[in-house]
């Protein structure tokens, strides 16, 4: 992993077909600002390859246009809908082929990690989480929409427990 010097970019990604949340962060010295945090949709009738295509073509021009170092991703959680798990996994192939066609690291964090790492309560709500990224970022409304503020969370995450590894390699 590179060391944080002067300033590095981090895009968190809270991936889905049919609304992809991204934010990316501006790491500087022990500063973090945030220049985007949102959502990519796509249509509900449109098949699985014409979603994961709006998607890939979204997030190229996100990487091009915001040109992180890292990116952050959500680990697909498997829940009873195979077909949800799948599709997601789907967006999460997406993700990783970008981030290898740009040479760009890719690090995985589970739910329980992020809210973790931004609540320190690992079964902390989807609202505390929300508030808490409020708190942190002092802002003076919640990230809105929802996957947009969980994309926030997840950066917030590689943020957090980069500078902690990076503090480790130190000793």
């Not at 021009?61 to 990116?71: A, F, G």
């Not at 991703?73 to 798990?85: D, G, L, M, S, W």
């Not at 997601?88 to 740009?102: D, R």
């Not at 929409?145 to 969370?153: F, G, T, V």
Request: hydrophobic share 40%; net charge positive.
């Amino acid at each position: 992993m590179k060391k944080f010097l002067g300033c590095q970019r981090i895009v968190g990604f809270d991936p889905g077909t049919a609304s992809l949340g991204f934010a990316v962060l501006e790491k500087s010295g022990d500063g973090l600002q945030i220049l985007v945090c949102d959502s990519l949709h796509t249509e509900k009738n449109l098949p699985l390859e014409n979603r994961l295509l709006t998607i890939y073509q979204g997030l190229k021009t996100l990487i091009r246009d915001y040109k992180p170092q890292v990116i952050a991703c959500e680990e697909v959680y498997f829940n009873k809908n195979v077909r949800t798990a799948f599709a997601v996994g789907s967006v999460i192939g997406v993700i990783l082929l970008l981030a290898g066609q740009k040479g760009l690291p890719v690090y995985m964090y589970s739910p329980i990690q992020v809210k973790m790492s931004v609540t320190g309560y690992g079964r902390a709500s989807k609202s505390q989480v929300q508030q808490m990224l409020a708190r942190l970022f002092q802002l003076t409304t919640i990230p809105k929409p929802d996957d947009a503020a969980d994309a926030l969370a997840i950066a917030y995450c590689h943020a957090s427990s980069a500078k902690l590894k990076e503090l480790e390699s130190l000793k």
